[in-house]
């Protein structure tokens, strides 16, 4: 009998985004030694260039820098350039400016470094409804999911600064916490002041004005002085979210003195102190199973590849094959690649739909037809606007180290440079019907359309936009699905969302609501048009007025950026992939921790539910854990009554 390989760790951990950086970092704390693997590098430490380089000056603004997301996201240093199809339909497909022939799809922004999309995203933190965690409580039976369990998670993690007289009432009577904000987790949460954003304080109160008037015309009236006593537009109160209240809104960010800190920040820090070892540059490329005695498969390990840029999703990658290494875990492997990457590790070691393993050429160790199917995203489009005249706050910038506002930022944390772009939102429903809010209105300083190679560098060159951005929550489409374009674990997978009709949106239900949000931010832009402040709508123009000729622009133009439920937590006859604790159904030690565990899309911005589940993972896996490590004390304590010798043969 072969000597069995000694583990390198308890726990493997593939991915250092917002749940895997999250679960890594929590397992450390709690005395488990976790390996943590990360196909990227640092994004503090390398400009893109040269991946062989190192440099102190060119990358490390896009990453702190809240307002540079944009630039982050494209930066060739940490960018994985996926190309995605919204449809399968090409002639449908083509009709969307932001296409890209020579690479068949749409440009989506992820992120191969160390801290995954938290290194890139807008910062924005806004938390899911309440129906999003009943609903998987209610399908899976299993009570820990319900809303008002789930929301000690976020308590736990938030370490909140945008609420300075609840905390300080917290301080001194933390029995007292009405809005159920976090004041001592790892994650800090900020708000830039809109009027270092706008630099027009008069221009801010005719957006709000317009804001509130929009609402009285819409027929949602709210009641301003309370949301305003209580929630202080805050969209995180746990009394607003307990009563999915509509209104305006400020978007908190994930910043630590108005500068972007993520998972990268997390387990850095964890790493110095606990038993967590970061291997960057490590590319995994399979699962390491074995059969295991109860007839399920096994994960002890897992094979990656040491090199720099060696997934094809850089540009450019470096061309070599890398080093293959495994690594051996005593307890669990926990796959946190992301909406793509995760379901495409699962297929490439045999996990996954019988029939497309086959074609690829993969032994099937698990059927599991799930996998990589029920993709789903937002849908987003933006109003965008011409300003009468350049922002005042905007005059000079260059959106780099060179300009006054960056020099503002450097020096004292404040100014535009502390935002992410975002001036104010509006939380609403697009119809009466829905049961909780969908739509996510926002105003940007800045001309956005959505993602295409090269779109972060219009920032820098139209400062006189303003762009109200419509992002439709709680999607309807299931449609979506990841599959292999080779079982060469270099090659990025496909990724087709099938939106709207073509996938399982068959009443247009997600379509008319984005249409809603078109008219609606309408609503608002006029009272600017009256003003004399917007000289004009370019986006989608005046042309476009009928509500066929905005499902029309919508169809066409729509985008996306929150994918995830490629592996949903559901019933394996059900299309599901997970138990409700996180494990690949027909496996032990395997289990997924990232946006693929959602059976359905929640909230309205995705990043807050993913760092929950990240905690929550955390502290299934350890009572687990200290639950078989009792189990072994107390067998080790009936060998020793009772004599090994009448143990032999358990």
């Known amino acids: ?62 990453y702190d820098v809240p307002v540079f997301h944009g630039l982050a996201s494209e930066n060739t240093g940490m960018s994985w350039r996926f190309f995605v199809r919204h ?25 191969g470094t160390l801290g995954g999309c938290t290194s890139h ?21 299993d009570g820990s999911w319900r809303a008002s369990n789930m929301r000690k998670y976020f308590e736990l993690l938030e370490n909140c600064n945008h609420r300075p007289v609840d905390r300080r009432i917290a301080r001194f009577l933390p029995f007292i916490n009405l809005s159920r904000h976090g004041w001592k987790g790892w994650l800090q949460t900020e708000k830039a002041i809109p009027q270092q954003a706008l630099g027009d304080a008069d221009l801010l109160v005719t957006l709000a004005n317009s804001a509130f008037k929009a609402f ?8 301003q002085l ?35 800190a993520g998972t990268r920040e997390r387990v850095l820090e964890a790493s110095k102190s606990y038993p967590l070892r970061i291997k960057t540059d490590a590319l995994a490329t399979e699962v390491i199973l074995e059969d295991a005695e109860d007839g399920l498969m096994r ?40 909406a793509f990457n995760t379901p495409q590790l699962l297929m490439l ?13 993969i032994p099937v160790r698990v059927a599991l037809e799930g996998v990589g199917k029920n993709l789903q995203d937002r849908y987003e489009v933006g109003v965008v606007n011409r300003m009468s005249k350049q922002w005042e706050v905007l005059n000079g910038a260059k959106f780099d180290t060179t300009d006054h506002q960056y020099a503002e930022w450097a020096k004292n944390r404040s100014g535009v440079y502390t935002t992410n772009g975002t001036v104010l939102g509006v939380i609403r429903r697009s119809s009466k019907q829905q049961p909780v809010p969908d739509l996510l209105c926002f105003a940007l300083l800045g001309f956005f359309r959505g993602y295409w190679p090269g779109y972060s560098a219009e920032f820098a060159k139209k400062l006189n936009y303003l762009t109200w951005a419509v992002l439709k929550g709680h999607t309807v489409n299931r449609g979506g699905e990841v599959t292999l374009r080779s079982k060469n674990p270099l090659d990025m997978p496909n990724v087709n969302f099938h939106y709207f009709e073509e996938g399982t949106d068959r009443n247009n239900e997600d379509l008319d609501a984005a249409v809603d949000g078109v008219k609606f931010v309408r609503t608002m832009t006029r009272e600017l048009i009256k003003a004399g402040l917007i000289a004009a709508e370019e986006i989608p123009g005046e042309a476009v007025r009928t ?34 604790e996180f494990k690949v159904h027909g496996t032990a030690g395997l289990r997924v921790v990232d946006a693929c565990v959602f059976p359905r899309i929640p909230g309205l911005f995705i990043l807050t539910s993913v760092y929950m589940i990240g905690e929550k993972a955390a502290e299934v896996i350890h009572r687990q854990a200290a639950m078989e490590s009792a189990s072994m004390l107390g067998t080790l304590g009936l060998k020793a009554r009772y004599g090994l010798k009448d143990m032999l043969g358990w």
């Open 1 to 62: 009998m072969a000597a069995k390989r000694q583990a390198d760790c308890e726990y493997i951990v593939v991915g250092s985004g917002a749940g895997g950086g999250t679960v890594a970092a929590r397992l450390a704390e709690a005395g488990h030694s976790v390996i943590l693997l990360e196909a990227g590098g640092d994004p503090r430490s390398l400009d893109g260039s040269d991946p062989n380089e190192p440099s102190a000056n060119s990358l490390p603004q896009d």
């Open 216 to 223: 009285e015309e819409s027929g949602n009236p709210i009641d």
């Open 547 to 580: 509500d066929d000729q905005i499902r029309e622009f919508v169809r066409d133009n729509a985008w996306g950026h929150h994918a995830s439920c490629t592996c949903p937590i559901g019933p394996k006859e059900q299309g599901g992939v997970l138990t409700s």
């Open 299 to 338: 994960a002890v390990g897992v094979k990656y590849l040491q090199g720099a840029r060696l997934y094809r999703a850089f540009e450019p990658p470096s061309g070599a094959p890398g080093e293959p290494m495994e690594l051996y875990a005593s307890r669990e492997v926990i796959l946190s690649g992301g």
């Open 121 to 141: 995203n807008a910062q924005i933190m806004v938390y899911p409804a309440n129906e999003d965690w009943d609903r998987i409580a209610q399908a899976t039976g």
């Open 349 to 361: 070691s045999g996990i996954g739909p019988e029939a497309h393993l086959k074609e690829m050429g």
């Open 87 to 111: 449809y399968a339909d090409l002639a449908q497909q083509e009709l969307d400016s932001k296409f890209v022939p020579q690479k068949d799809g749409v440009f989506y922004p992820r992120a």
């Open 226 to 260: 309370r949301d305003l006593v209580e929630s202080q537009l805050d969209p995180n109160d746990w009394r607003q979210v307990k009563r999915n209240a509509e209104g305006i809104r400020y978007t908190p960010l994930m910043t630590r003195n108005h500068q972007r």
